[in-house]
């Protein structure tokens, strides 16, 4: 089964950093993009952060001077660096990775655990 494992939330005061992992397994169809989510209590989940196969970003608009996401090397894993964090950056963060799972190119997307993070005054 495909399995989505993230590691590195925790609790830092404001201004402090935290690197983010998600480790993604148990197919052997291709990882295509792979993306951070984050959700507050009764709000919708939003992007934060996404990457494709290549290599490409795209950042929500908040978090683009701070943030940054990237890919590794074997393109299953995907991580996030977060700079000058916010109280306002407190939420649960979700891991997702899209994959190509026939040859006309259909795309389903897993997901992760979700993991907290929380930044305090």
């Known amino acids: 089964q495909v399995q989505l494992v993230e590691s590195g939330g925790g609790s830092v005061q404001a201004g402090g950093s935290l690197r983010l992992s998600c480790a993604a397994s148990?197919?052997?169809?291709?990882?295509?993009?792979m993306a951070w989510y984050r959700q507050a209590p009764g709000k919708q989940r939003e992007l934060v952060a996404a990457?494709?196969?290549?290599?490409?970003?795209n950042y929500e608009d908040s978090v683009k001077d701070r943030f940054t996401s990237s890919r590794g090397n074997a393109r299953n894993t995907v991580y996030l660096q977060m700079n000058r964090l916010k109280p306002e950056d407190t939420d649960v963060y979700y891991c997702?990775?899209?994959?190509?799972?026939?040859?006309?190119?259909?795309?389903?997307?897993?997901w992760g655990q979700g993991t907290q993070v929380t930044v305090t005054q």
């Open positions: 997702s990775a899209d994959l190509i799972v026939n040859v006309e190119g259909a795309r389903r997307t897993f």
């Open positions: 148990g197919t052997r169809f291709s990882f295509d993009a």
């Open positions: 990457v494709t196969s290549s290599g490409s970003t």
